[in-house]
């Protein structure tokens, strides 16, 4: 018999919590058009894989369900980070599992592992199978950094305190206020499974045959230089909302956000957005309602509909009656991102938030809540100069009020700053780009399936 020409096998272990699997899903198109001869087995819970592939389906990739770690049928009660701790224990070998039935299927050999990066034990696994480890992260350069340099951080950071601003702690980065580290690199939890997860994923990275990132490498120029050294084929490719433009079914506006943006003859409009998985406590969200009445800010949020009961007395009523506000459910957030009505972005700066501001050139306020969000806030304020991170952290209505007023008329330097990255972005996705040519390095590591 011919040799079946469908010889290669990639299995990509999806992180299956947040924005994960759909950053990861839309990688492997990338890679799955870019290769359409290879097969793309796809592994992530169950829940996260119906939604995924009810939107969209495609031909050569395959989807595998893992395990959430539930006892069968238990609805999961608790926090997003409870939920990740009590998944990853047994996450391994589940994958381990997954691999052997997804090899029996279709009757390939894996031939590359292409997972997020913080299944550091794919390393082990690779090299057991003795293929590339391709270790995804699907964030900015700045976290990434945090995590690989997590041992030389914890030895200069010594008995200092959250305030403190260090000078090259980081390598790359001229200096960095402690606290705003991801929480697992210092002064959160260490010894939670996340943040074991972590710290074992930043020792492991060099032993990856390539570590792409969702990032422009012209973002972080001195980062990147300095990882670049460490790693092999550190390959900025994003980023990715920039990319992934095949039109898969856009979700309908159903909220109709962008005509209401259509008929505002301001400029200056905020677009409130914390993201899907968490939102400030309630008493922040009334400091803010309140400081967005009193400047007269005319704003698009978009907040979970359970979120509404926490704001102030009348508030709904009267800036719809008014016209100065818009609060829904859902947005399409490129698209409000990208019209030109849009002034600012209040943000938990997520990293895809991020991204999409920056592709969009909409400055910032950040309102950061956990994970490597604070850091972004820091590069957002400090290195990028393109926004402002909430005075103390937090929402005060005079926080909030002063932020609006700084970013919404006086100050044009971040706005001006951001406009000249979001330029950079683009060129770097353009056909002779930095990402684009990086991309084709990724796809050469793919397919050559050896370590
Ligand atoms: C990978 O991580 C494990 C667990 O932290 C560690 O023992 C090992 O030394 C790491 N490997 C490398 C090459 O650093
Ligand atoms: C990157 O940083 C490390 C740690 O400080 C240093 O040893 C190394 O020389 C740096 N590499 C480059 C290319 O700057």
Same mark, same amino acid.
């Given at each position: 018999?011919?040799?079946?020409?469908?010889?290669?096998?990639?299995?990509?272990?999806?992180?299956?919590?947040?924005?994960?699997?759909?950053?990861?899903?839309?990688?492997?198109?990338?890679?799955?058009?870019?290769?359409?001869?290879?097969?793309?087995?796809?592994?992530?819970?169950?829940?996260?894989?119906?939604?995924?592939?009810? =939107?969209?389906?495609?031909?050569?990739?395959?989807?595998?369900?893992?395990?959430?770690?539930?006892?069968?049928?238990?609805?999961?009660?608790?926090?997003?980070?409870? #939920?990740?701790?009590?998944?990853?224990?047994?996450?391994?070998?589940?994958?381990?599992?997954?691999?052997?039935?997804?090899?029996?299927?279709?009757?390939?050999?894996?031939?590359?592992?292409?997972?997020?990066?913080?299944?550091?034990?794919?390393?082990?696994?690779?090299?057991?199978?003795?293929?590339?480890?391709?270790?995804?992260?699907?964030?900015?350069?700045?976290?990434?950094?945090?995590?690989?340099?997590?041992?030389?951080?914890?030895?200069?950071?010594?008995?200092?305190?959250?305030?403190? =601003?260090?000078?090259?702690?980081?390598?790359?980065?001229?200096?960095?206020?402690?606290?705003?580290?991801?929480?697992?690199?210092?002064?959160?939890?260490?010894?939670?499974?996340?943040?074991?997860?972590?710290?074992?994923?930043?020792?492991?990275?060099?032993?990856?045959?390539?570590?792409?990132?969702?990032?422009?490498?012209?973002?972080?120029?001195?980062?990147?230089?300095?990882?670049?050294?460490?790693?092999?084929?550190?390959?900025?490719?994003?980023?990715?909302?920039?990319?992934?433009?095949?039109?898969?079914?856009?979700?309908?506006?159903?909220?109709?956000?962008?005509?209401?943006?259509?008929?505002?003859?301001?400029?200056?409009?905020?677009?409130?957005?914390?993201?899907?998985?968490?939102?400030?406590?309630?008493?922040?969200?009334?400091?803010?309602?309140?400081?967005?009445?009193?400047?007269?800010?005319?704003?698009?949020?978009?907040?979970?509909?359970?979120?509404?009961?926490?704001?102030?007395?009348?508030?709904?009523?009267?800036?719809? #009656?008014?016209?100065?506000?818009?609060?829904?459910?859902?947005?399409?957030?490129?698209?409000?991102?990208?019209?030109?009505?849009?002034?600012?972005?209040?943000?938990?700066?997520?990293?895809?938030?991020?991204?999409?501001?920056?592709?969009?050139?909409?400055?910032?306020?950040?309102?950061?809540?956990?994970?490597?969000?604070?850091?972004?806030?820091?590069?957002?304020?400090?290195?990028?100069?393109?926004?402002?991170?909430? =005075?103390?952290?937090?929402?005060?209505?005079?926080?909030?009020?002063?932020?609006?007023?700084?970013?919404?008329?006086?100050?044009?330097?971040?706005? =001006?700053?951001?406009?000249?990255?979001?330029?950079?972005?683009?060129? #770097?996705?353009?056909?002779?780009?930095?990402?684009?040519?990086?991309?084709?390095?990724?796809?050469?590591?793919?397919?050559?399936?050896?370590?």
């Amino acid at each position: 018999m011919a040799s079946n020409i469908r010889e290669k096998h990639v299995a990509v272990f999806a992180f299956p919590f947040a924005s994960h699997p759909s950053s990861q899903l839309k990688l492997a198109r990338r890679l799955a058009s870019a290769a359409p001869t290879v097969v793309f087995s796809f592994f992530n819970t169950a829940k996260s894989n119906r939604a995924l592939f009810a =939107e969209l389906s495609c031909d050569n990739i395959l989807p595998y369900d893992v395990s959430d770690g539930l006892p069968n049928n238990d609805v999961f009660v608790g926090s997003p980070l409870d #939920a990740i701790n009590l998944y990853l224990p047994g996450a391994e070998e589940e994958l381990r599992r997954a691999v052997r039935v997804a090899e029996k299927d279709t009757g390939l050999k894996i031939t590359c592992l292409v997972v997020h990066a913080f299944f550091w034990f794919a390393a082990d696994m690779a090299e057991e199978m003795n293929i590339p480890w391709v270790a995804y992260w699907s964030a900015g350069t700045c976290s990434l950094a945090a995590h690989f340099y997590t041992d030389l951080i914890r030895q200069k950071t010594g008995s200092k305190g959250p305030d403190d =601003e260090i000078t090259d702690l980081i390598p790359g980065l001229k200096v960095v206020r402690l606290g705003d580290l991801p929480s697992e690199v210092v002064f959160g939890d260490l010894q939670s499974p996340f943040a074991i997860m972590l710290h074992k994923m930043g020792r492991n990275l060099s032993r990856a045959s390539a570590v792409p990132v969702n990032c422009f490498q012209e973002l972080d120029p001195d980062l990147a230089k300095n990882l670049s050294s460490k790693l092999n084929n550190f390959l900025h490719i994003g980023p990715s909302n920039l990319i992934s433009k095949e039109k898969t079914p856009l979700k309908v506006d159903e909220f109709s956000c962008i005509s209401w943006l259509d008929n505002q003859k301001t400029r200056a409009v905020a677009y409130i957005c914390f993201g899907s998985a968490f939102t400030p406590p309630p008493r922040e969200l009334v400091e803010l309602a309140q400081a967005l009445e009193e400047t007269k800010t005319t704003f698009l949020w978009a907040i979970r509909k359970d979120s509404n009961k926490h704001f102030p007395e009348g508030f709904l009523e009267r800036v719809s #009656a008014n016209g100065m506000g818009k609060v829904v459910p859902w947005a399409p957030q490129e698209e409000v991102l990208n019209h030109v009505a849009i002034g600012v972005f209040v943000t938990h700066s997520g990293w895809n938030s991020v991204a999409e501001s920056i592709a969009a050139g909409v400055p910032m306020i950040c309102r950061p809540i956990l994970g490597d969000q604070h850091l972004n806030a820091w590069m957002i304020e400090r290195v990028w100069g393109i926004g402002l991170r909430i =005075e103390g952290g937090i929402f005060t209505k005079h926080a909030a009020r002063r932020a609006l007023e700084q970013l919404l008329s006086s100050s044009k330097g971040p706005a =001006e700053r951001i406009e000249s990255l979001k330029h950079l972005a683009h060129k #770097a996705v353009a056909p002779s780009g930095t990402s684009t040519q990086n991309f084709k390095s990724l796809v050469e590591v793919v397919i050559s399936g050896s370590a």
